[in-house]
Nanobody
């Protein structure tokens, strides 16, 4: 069992940057592919991107490509989402998730952290 806790959310202005963290307990994160998602009010949860177990490869949704960067520090059991040039439409609850590489279902989820971008 893996417990994930996101942190770093809050209120920022349009154009600002913000870094979210996702820290795991229970098991080491190094055996899991990690992903970031977000859910805006009244909308479905959207995939933002993911990072491989070693951190050697990443992929991103077109909506955030070039503005968001995912990284990880397996020694700290933590994954990061660096967000830049934030827009009001980035306002959402942001979630991290973990899955094993040979399973397509995201098995473990954090509770989410609110990000609000004011115009």
């Amino acid at each position: 069992q893996v417990q994930l806790v996101e942190s770093g959310g809050g209120l920022v202005q349009a154009g600002d940057s913000m870094r979210l963290s996702c820290t795991a307990s229970g098991r080491t994160l190094s055996t899991y592919r990690m992903g970031w998602f977000r859910q805006a009010p009244g909308k479905e949860r959207d995939f933002l991107g993911s990072i491989s177990e070693s951190g050697g490869s990443t992929n991103y949704a077109d909506s955030v490509k070039g503005r968001f960067t995912i990284s990880r520090d397996n020694a700290k059991n933590t994954v990061y989402l660096q967000m830049s040039s934030l827009k009001p439409e980035d306002t959402a609850i942001y979630y991290c998730a973990a899955r094993e590489s040979d399973i397509t279902t995201w098995m473990y989820w954090g509770q989410g952290t609110q990000v609000t971008v004011s115009s």
